[in-house]
């Protein structure tokens, strides 16, 4: 019969066809946990009698939302996560490596066709690696970590196809923007996005992370990728794994079949204070910028940092007044741009790179906004609030973007510079 | 017993900001919730005041501390048009009710209101609007009082298994 990927997935998981809209208690391949959430959820499993985790191998945990510890309440957190690491024999990556859903791709401990669930709603990332994954809360993680497994409901799929070629300094990051813009902050809600056409497959495994970590601002639960040969070199290189073949049929019962084309797409904004608020850079240009951010889960990755520096060209300085933070999602990308003399750059032009984490996309570790001032960034977010004061202005670009603001101190067209 | 009534798209950040996830004990949590939004709310929300949204209540991050905000400010349900996916899930968990009602819109701030889970509605300034039942898995769990009552006594669960 036919089926989404969605629907393939925990077909597979279990042994017979599961359809969408079907509740299945399925069994999970990895969870993540980190330093914000992963307190509760252990606290959880301890509440829930839980004595020994259900397998140490699957279960990922580190630290990057408050790290180095911010304040003396972050620093007992990972104190008790370390401390239930080694009792339950865990690997931590603690804060050495990087961003959550960075080192969950980068480590290989996501593939096509598993089940992965983290205490992190952009968890949603691992659906570039072909995998099911949806961010879930503490309690549900203390459950997942004693029996391994937890009730789905299976959801539909809506199929995105892709189609042309993007123009120069527009990529990834503008499409999912203006899918959030079309399909609005709950046009998912409950439903996975199937994410095909040219214009995915000719796309990197970085903008492919792209577009899946921001699924769930269109309410999604999962945002997966057709897994293609980028997708089994990149997880091939990682792990152990024979190439299968995972493709949602032409005949699935999509819940909705969206085309789209990228020819013509301009660079893409979002506006305070919601997501879905997505106006063509133009309509944007010449706001004034205090901050502008780098780095994420979203495009905290070395060919987000390269985007950056090809539009910064041969300029030596940002707009003075603009406070530019470059933060590389992990160490590993971090590396990358060291030795490609990236962060030569960035630094020489005035910015402060800091070490792989969260850092202003979290709002509670630093680089916080003042009431009235205004940021740019390439995270995923710009809630009232996320990045500090309920009366400071959040936008959300392309790393192109937000490197074309920061040379001029207010919002730019990249295309322009 | 009083409505705090608020719009669409209310995301976990309003409910409880990035700066204190550090804190998880829900009556601490209370202290902080809706600041810089509705700071009142933190002062006088009382035991079995109830939330109202519009769509997409809850939307944005995992953080369970959006709803244990809640439950720490006495707040014991949430109605709203239509709940973002991770929060429905964790208030089910927690033990806080988030009650879908198609005519949430219509109740003003400030109501005064009763909910009759059994009868299916909630009644505002004397107004009852109907209510949606909540889905066959999940009612188990808020019948049990959330997700660790629930999972106590359970020793194993049967993978794959239907609800
Ligand atoms: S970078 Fe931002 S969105 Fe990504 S995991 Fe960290 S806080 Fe969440």
């Not at chain 1, 996501?110 to 809360?137: K, L, M, Q, R």
């Not at chain 1, 299976?154 to 300094?169: C, Q, T, W, Y």
């Not at chain 2, 400010?73 to 709203?80: E, I």
């Amino acid at each position: 019969m036919a089926a989404t990927i969605a629907e393939k997935i925990f077909s597979m998981k279990c042994g017979r066809s599961v359809r969408a809209g079907d509740v299945v208690m399925a069994p999970v391949d990895a969870a993540m946990i980190h330093d914000i959430t992963g307190p509760l959820a252990v606290r959880v499993f301890g509440e829930m009698g839980g004595e020994r985790v259900f397998d140490p191998e699957r279960i990922i945990m580190l630290f990057d939302h408050q790290v180095p510890a911010d304040s003396i309440p972050a620093a007992e957190n990972h104190v008790f996560m370390r401390q239930f690491a080694r009792e339950q024999e865990i690997h931590n990556y603690d804060l050495l490596e990087g961003v959550c859903h960075q080192i969950v791709m980068e480590k290989g401990r996501a593939a096509p066709g598993e089940i992965i669930v983290g205490t992190d709603s952009h968890t949603c990332t691992y659906g570039a690696a072909g995998a099911f994954a949806t961010g879930i809360g503490s309690t549900d993680m203390g459950f997942v970590l004693k029996f391994g497994a937890l009730y789905f409901r299976v959801p539909e799929s809506i199929l995105l196809e892709v189609e042309g070629k993007f123009g120069r300094r527009v990529g990834a990051k503008d499409l999912i923007l203006s899918l959030a813009g079309d399909i609005g902050a709950d046009g998912a809600t409950y439903m996975a996005l199937e994410f095909t056409g040219r214009a995915i497959e000719k796309m990197n495994m970085a903008g492919r992370m792209t577009c899946a970590n921001m699924a769930i601002e269109m309410g999604a639960k999962a945002g997966i990728v057709r897994p293609d040969a980028a997708t089994w070199d990149y997880v091939g290189a990682r792990r152990d794994i024979e190439p299968f073949d995972l493709a949602g049929d032409a005949d699935a019962a999509y819940r909705e079949r969206r085309h789209y084309d990228v020819t013509d797409l301009a660079p893409q904004v979002a506006v305070p204070h919601n997501v879905d608020n997505v106006v063509d850079v133009t309509k944007v240009a010449g706001t004034k910028v205090d901050q502008v951010f780098i780095g994420s889960c979203t495009n905290g990755r070395y060919e987000d940092l390269f985007e950056a520096a090809e539009v910064m060209g041969s300029a030596d300085r940002f707009a003075d007044g603009v406070r530019v933070i470059v933060i590389p999602a992990s160490r590993t990308e971090y590396l990358k741009a060291l030795r490609a003399g990236l962060i030569e750059r960035f630094v020489e032009a005035g910015a402060l790179v800091e070490a792989p984490c969260c850092g202003p996309c979290m709002g509670g570790a630093f680089g916080l906004l003042a009431p009235g001032e205004v940021s740019l960034s390439t995270s995923n977010r710009n809630f009232r609030g996320r990045q500090g004061s309920t009366q400071a202005q959040v936008y959300l670009s392309s790393p192109a973007t937000a490197a074309a603001s920061a040379l001029y101190g207010e919002i730019t067209d990249p295309r322009e510079v | 017993m009083r409505v705090w009534k608020f719009g669409d798209d209310i995301d976990t950040d309003a409910i409880i900001p990035g700066r204190f996830l550090t804190i998880y004990d829900p009556a601490e949590l209370a202290k902080h919730a809706f600041e810089g939004t509705r700071d009142e709310f933190a002062k006088e929300a009382r035991e079995g005041d109830v939330v109202v949204g519009g769509t997409n209540f809850g939307c944005g991050s995992s953080r369970e501390h959006a709803p244990l905000a809640l439950l720490g400010a006495g707040v014991k349900a949430v109605v709203a048009k239509s709940f973002a996916r991770i929060f429905y899930r964790n208030a089910v968990n927690t033990g806080l009710l988030p009650l879908v009602c198609p005519e949430a819109d219509s109740i003003r701030d400030g109501a005064t209101v009763a909910v009759d889970l059994a009868g299916g509605y909630i009644e505002a300034d004397g107004k009852r609007l109907p209510i949606e039942p909540v889905p066959g898995f999940m009612k188990e769990i808020v019948d049990a009082g959330g997700l660790v009552a629930y999972a106590k006594n359970l020793k194993e669960v049967k993978r794959c298994s239907t609800e």
